[in-house]
Nanobody, 118 residues
Framework: VQLVESGVGLVQPGGSLRLSCAVS????????MAWFRQAPGKERDFVAD????????RYADSVKGRFTISRDNAKSTVYLQINSLMPEDTAVYYC????????????WGQGTQVTVSS
């Protein structure tokens, strides 16, 4: 299973962007998926996750109301829409698949850098 993240890298404060994570493999639709992020000098933090059906969704308190996770099982892709970007959203964003626990997943992408700066 391979996960490849993509999305715009540099965004001004207040802007929006959508990250995508394309997943190879035949069983994408059975995986719970998640997004994590790691800011410079900090540990990797949970951002959001979504069940295989798309019905169960959770968000970190810090991103509720601004971030939206979604998935398209037909395209084997999970998305993270981020609105009202703030400098503190600057981080490497990681996609993860196949939940082992609330903070641990079996498969991880390589990460994509998001920088929020004017």
């Amino acid at each position: 299973v391979q996960l490849v993240e993509s999305g715009v890298g540099l965004v001004q404060p207040g802007g929006s962007l959508r990250l995508s994570c394309a997943v190879s493999g035949r069983t994408f639709s059975s995986y719970a998926m998640a997004w994590f992020r790691q800011a410079p000098g900090k540990e990797r933090d949970f951002v959001a996750d979504i069940s295989w059906s798309g019905i169960g969704i959770r968000y970190a308190d810090s991103v509720k109301g601004r971030f939206t996770i979604s998935r398209d099982n037909a395209k084997s892709t999970v998305y993270l829409q981020i609105n009202s970007l703030m400098p503190e959203d600057t981080a490497v964003y990681y996609c993860a698949a196949d939940r082992l626990s609330s903070i641990d997943y079996k498969y991880w992408g390589q990460g994509t850098q998001v920088t929020v700066s004017s």
